[in-house]
C-alpha cells in the first residue's frame, strides 16, 4: 500500500511531466494542491467516473483554472475516460487536456475555467442550484439531491474584483454545501503578493457570513481531513478552508518561487523533484498499485445504484414530482409548451398594445412562467426597472424552494452565477441590468457563450432613448459587442410580439446564450399575417413590402422599426418602391438558408438604409459599399429622448433624406 503522500506525489510528477512534454503549461498549482485533492477525492468527493452526468454527484470547480493539470491527473487517476495518452498530449490541438478546462470537451469538467474568480461564481450558482431543486423536490424521507459544491481557488481569483461580489452574496444566502479551498501559498506571476495582496482573508470572508477555518497545512493530511469534517457540519454557512501551501512542492530549487507558477520546472529541476520526493518511477509510470488505491470506479457505481434505490423509492411516493424532476434535469421542455407559447403570441398579434418591451417582456414572463416552473430569474438590483419579476416569483432568500434571485448591484457576479446554475441543470435562468452595464459582466457573458449553456441575460434601457441620464447610462456599441461575439443570439424586438418571440426562442435553444435587448421607451406595435409573425423567429423578415421590385429597403431593429415603417409610408406616397425589413436577430437571420435571406435581402437592391441606435459601423454587412446607415458615431448625451433622437439623425425626415440620396 501505497502512502497518501505517495498517492499525492502521482499528481505531481504527472503534473510537472505533462507540463514539461508541452513545453508550456503551470506546474506549481497542481504540486502544491496534490495533498488537499487527494483527501477530497478519495475520501469525501460522492462522484461516479463511469457516469460523470450522475446528477446527485458533487460539483468540482478548479476556479484556479490555470493548473489544470491538477483536474486532469485526478480524472485519469480515478479511472474516467482520460487516458495517459491525453496527459501527454496536454495542450495540443485536437486533445482533451487543453490548456484550461474546457465544459464539455473533457469528462467531469464541471466548468469551463481560466478567467480568474469565475470558477467560484460558477460554484456560488451550482450551489444555489442544489439547494433551490432540494427544496423544490425533496419530500421527508426522499432526499433525491444533496451534494456539495468544493471549489480550489488560489490568490489570483481572490483578489479578482468578481470573487468579492459572488462570496458576499454566498453568505447572505447561507450556501453552507459550498466549501471553498483557498491555496493560500503567497505567490502569483509577479512574485510575491505581499507586495500588492494584504487582505485579511479570512476577516474578510467571516464579514460575509462564512464559516472561516484558519491556518491549515495543506500538506498535512490529517489536518486537512480535520478542516473538511468542520466545514460539513457547519448548516448555515458556507466555509472558506484556508490552507498554507508551498507553490511547486517537493521541487527543491523552485518550490515556494514564482518559477514553478507559470512555466515548465526544466529537465534539471523535474528530475530533482523526482529524487526529492522519493519517486522511481519514468516520466508518465505510475505503478498500478497507485492506480488501484486512486481507482473510483466501483464505489462510484455503488453510490450511483444506492441513489437509483432512492430515486426509484422516490418514483414510487410521488410520481408526478419524479416525472417532471427528469424532466427538468434532461433539459426538456413541458409537453404543452408549444402549444401554450404559441397561442400567447397569436393572442398578442390579436390584441395589438403599445407598450415598452420591457413590459412586453414582464408580460410573457407572466405567461411563460406559468408554464415553466424551471425558470430562475432575478436581476442586479433593478428589478422594478428591468421588469423581471411576475405574480409567481419567489425570492430565494425567502423561500428556499423559490424562483427568483436579488442579485444585489452585481452584474459580473449575476452573469457568472447564472452560468453556474446553468451548468448545474435542473433550470433556466434569466438574469437582468440595464444594457450598458453588460460591459460589467463582459467576460461572464463571454463565457456562457463558449461553454454553450441555454443562459437568458436581459439587457433593458437599450438606447439614448432612455433620455436624461446622459451618456453613461446610454448603451451605444454594446449591442454590437453583443452580437461580434461567438454563439450568443442577440434580439432586439420593436415591439410585444417580437418580444414574446425573443423569449420562445431563447428558452428553446439548448446550445447557447441569448440576450434579449428591450426599450425604456413605449413602442407601436406593428400589424403582420401569420406568415410574418413565424418569420419573427427567423431574425429578419419583410415587415412592409411595396407591390413589385422594390427600390430601396430599409433595415431597422427595435424602437427604430416605427422610425422606418412611417418614413416607407411617406415615400411611398411618393411612388417609391420601399421594402422594411424587421431584423430583431442578426445572427439568427445569418443563419437561416441562402434562398430565404436573398428573399429578404435581394441581392440586386443595393440601395439600402440600416437604423439602428447603436453604434453604426456593424451594419456595413448588411447594406455593403453603396447604402448608408443611420446610427451613433459617439457617445450620447443628457437631455429628453426626443431631443436626443432629432439631435443624432433618428427621425422619419432624415431616413428619407438619406434614402432619396441613394435613389439619385
Known amino acids: 500500500m501505497f502512502s497518501r503522500k505517495e498517492l499525492a506525489n502521482a499528481v505531481r510528477v504527472l503534473s510537472m511531466d505533462s507540463v514539461q512534454k508541452a513545453n508550456s503549461g503551470h506546474p506549481g498549482a497542481p504540486m502544491g494542491m496534490a495533498d488537499i485533492a487527494e483527501v477530497l477525492w478519495r475520501d469525501y468527493m460522492n462522484h461516479n467516473p463511469m457516469n460523470p452526468n450522475w446528477v446527485d454527484r458533487d460539483r468540482f470547480v478548479l476556479s484556479n483554472g490555470h493548473g489544470s493539470m491538477l483536474i486532469y491527473s485526478l480524472l485519469h487517476l480515478t479511472g474516467y475516460n482520460l487516458s495517459i495518452d491525453e496527459l501527454k498530449k496536454f495542450r495540443q490541438l485536437n486533445s482533451k487536456t487543453p490548456g484550461h478546462p474546457e465544459y464539455g470537451h473533457t469528462p467531469s469538467i464541471e466548468t469551463t475555467t481560466g478567467p480568474l474568480g469565475q470558477g467560484i461564481a460558477n460554484a456560488v450558482g451550482m450551489a444555489i442550484a442544489e439547494r433551490t431543486l432540494a427544496a423544490q423536490f425533496n419530500r421527508l424521507h426522499h432526499q ?67 464559516n472561516v477555518i484558519y491556518g491549515v497545512d495543506g500538506h498535512d493530511s490529517v489536518d486537512i481531513k480535520k478542516s ?40 534539471t529541476e523535474v528530475e530533482a523533484t523526482r529524487k526529492a520526493l522519493n519517486w522511481h518511477y519514468n516520466p508518465f509510470e505510475i505503478p498500478q498499485e497507485i492506480y488501484t488505491q486512486w481507482d473510483a470506479k466501483k464505489i462510484g457505481e455503488a453510490k450511483e445504484k444506492n441513489w437509483d434505490k432512492k430515486f426509484a423509492a422516490y418514483a414510487v411516493a410521488f410520481p408526478l414530482l419524479a416525472t417532471e424532476f427528469k424532466r427538468r434535469i434532461r433539459g426538456h421542455l413541458p409537453f404543452n409548451w408549444s402549444k401554450e407559447s404559441s397561442k400567447f403570441i397569436n393572442y398578442l398579434q390579436a390584441n395589438p398594445s403599445n407598450i415598452a418591451s420591457r413590459k412586453a417582456s414582464q408580460n410573457t414572463l407572466e405567461a411563460f412562467g406559468k408554464i415553466l416552473p424551471e425558470f430562475l430569474g432575478g436581476s442586479a438590483d433593478l428589478t422594478p426597472s428591468n421588469l423581471t419579476m411576475w405574480s409567481g416569483s419567489h425570492p430565494i432568500h425567502k423561500v428556499l424552494s423559490g424562483n427568483y434571485i436579488h442579485y444585489g448591484v452585481r452584474e459580473f457576479g449575476m452573469s457568472a452565477i447564472m452560468n453556474g446554475i446553468a451548468l448545474h441543470r435542473g433550470f433556466i435562468p434569466y438574469g437582468a441590468t440595464f444594457l450598458i452595464f453588460m460591459e460589467y459582466a463582459r467576460n461572464a457573458i463571454r463565457m456562457a457563450s463558449l461553454m454553450k449553456i441555454r443562459n437568458i441575460f436581459i439587457y433593458t434601457h437599450d438606447s439614448i432613448g432612455l433620455g436624461e441620464d446622459g451618456p453613461t447610462h446610454q448603451p451605444v456599441e454594446q449591442i454590437s459587442s453583443l452580437r461580434l461575439t461567438p454563439n450568443i443570439y442577440t434580439w432586439r424586438p420593436c415591439d410585444q410580439v417580437e418580444s414574446a418571440v425573443a423569449w420562445k426562442c431563447a428558452i428553446q435553444r439548448n446550445d447557447g446564450p441569448s440576450a434579449i435587448i428591450l426599450s425604456r421607451q413605449t413602442l407601436t406595435q406593428m400589424i403582420r399575417t401569420s406568415d410574418q409573425v413565424d418569420n419573427i423567429s427567423r431574425g429578419g423578415y419583410i415587415l412592409r413590402d411595396c407591390i413589385g421590385h422594390p427600390e430601396l429597403i430599409l433595415i431597422a431593429t427595435g424602437s427604430e422599426v416605427e422610425l422606418a415603417m412611417h418614413a416607407a409610408n411617406k415615400m411611398t406616397d411618393e411612388g417609391l418602391k420601399i421594402r422594411v425589413v424587421s431584423m430583431p436577430s442578426t445572427e439568427v437571420f445569418d443563419k437561416q438558408e441562402d434562398t430565404y435571406r436573398e428573399s429578404v435581402l435581394p441581392l440586386e437592391v443595393t440601395a439600402r438604409v440600416a437604423i439602428e441606435a447603436g453604434i453604426a459601423d456593424f451594419w456595413y454587412k448588411y447594406i455593403g459599399l453603396k447604402g448608408d446607415i443611420i446610427g451613433m458615431t459617439t457617445f450620447g448625451a443628457s437631455a429628453p429622448a426626443e431631443i436626443l433622437l432629432k439631435k443624432f439623425g433618428f427621425t422619419v425626415d432624415n431616413i428619407i433624406e438619406k434614402a432619396k440620396a441613394l435613389l439619385k
Open 228 to 267: 473538511i469534517e468542520k466545514a460539513r457540519k457547519i448548516i448555515d454557512k458556507p466555509s472558506l478552508i484556508i490552507c498554507k501551501t508551498t507553490i511547486g512542492f517537493g521541487a527543491p530549487n523552485k518550490a515556494g518561487s514564482h518559477e514553478a507558477h507559470g512555466a515548465p520546472l526544466g529537465t
Open 144 to 210: 433525491i439531491i444533496n451534494h456539495y459544491t468544493y471549489v480550489f481557488l488560489g490568490d489570483g481569483c481572490m483578489m479578482e474584483g468578481i470573487s468579492h461580489e459572488v462570496c458576499s452574496l454566498a453568505g447572505t444566502l447561507k450556501l453552507n454545501k459550498l466549501i471553498l479551498f483557498y491555496d493560500d501559498n503567497g505567490i502569483s506571476i509577479d512574485g510575491n503578493v505581499k507586495g500588492w495582496f494584504t487582505d485579511n482573508t479570512a476577516k474578510r470572508f467571516e464579514s460575509y457570513g462564512w
